[in-house]
């Protein structure tokens, strides 16, 4: 059973940096690409960004490109999202993904609240 | 960017009804089009891909169409658990996008 489980969400404030983890198991995780969605409390979904599944090739959304940097280990089955200088409008759940011709398996989530 | 119209943004069915979920791409996305159902306090989950493709799990009564630009998702005899949000989303072009969500309710 694919399972993805994120984590290091929490409440930050703006200008911070933070890094969420997503452990993945269930699949060859080095045999996949990944990426990160994210959705508002009103429930916008966003994508953020994909990485290749060796890790050397990585897409982000115009808009966030400059501040979150995916990466990931495949020894630790384990997708990674830097995020820095964050603002209020990063308050989301935070969800690692699976990523072939669509979002394919989605983790549990992880809420991020910027505030002061 | 492409951008996706969904509509409408909330719908009322009575179980057993059928139910059509309209989506609205800004340009031509060659039927990449996935559909994902988010019920109450959970994960979205991916329900059809390439427009018409039904994922592993998925019920029959689930199905999708369309092309070029214009796609829908249809649910047949609807059940109490069909209750959730319903995103679509293009993936033939980055930032790959989603629609605004449809909401689902029993009437």
């Known amino acids: 059973e694919v399972q993805l489980v994120e984590s290091g969400g929490g409440l930050v404030q703006p200008g911070a940096s933070l890094k969420l983890s997503c452990v993945a198991s269930?699949?060859?995780?080095?045999?996949?690409?990944m990426s990160w969605v994210r959705q508002t409390p009103g429930k916008t979904m966003e994508w953020i960004g994909d990485?290749?599944?060796?890790?050397?090739?990585?897409n982000y959304a115009p808009s966030l490109k400059n501040r979150f940097t995916i990466s990931r280990d495949n020894a630790k089955s384990t997708l990674y999202l830097q995020m820095s200088n964050v603002r209020s409008e990063d308050t989301a759940t935070y969800y690692c993904?699976?990523?072939?011709?669509?979002?394919?398996?989605w983790g549990q989530g992880v809420m991020v609240t910027v505030s002061s | 960017d492409i951008q996706m119209t969904q509509s409408p943004a909330s719908l009322s069915a009575s179980l057993g009804e059928t139910v059509t979920i309209e989506c609205l791409a800004s340009?031509?996305?060659?039927?990449?089009l996935a559909w994902y159902q988010q019920k109450p306090g959970k994960s979205p989950q991916l329900l059809i891909y390439?427009?018409?493709s039904l994922n592993d799990g998925v019920p029959s009564r689930f199905s999708g169409s369309g092309s070029g630009t214009q796609y829908s998702l249809k649910i047949n005899s609807l059940q109490s658990e069909d209750v959730s949000i319903y995103f679509c989303?293009?993936?033939?072009?980055?930032?790959?996008?989603f629609g605004a969500g449809t909401k689902l309710e029993l009437k």
């Open positions: 993904t699976t990523r072939t011709t669509s979002f394919d398996y």
């Open positions: 269930g699949f060859t995780f080095s045999d996949y690409w």
């Open positions: 990485i290749k599944y060796d890790g050397s090739y990585t």
């Open positions: 340009e031509d996305i060659y039927s990449n």
């Open positions: 390439y427009a018409n």
């Open positions: 989303q293009q993936n033939y072009d980055s930032p790959y996008t």
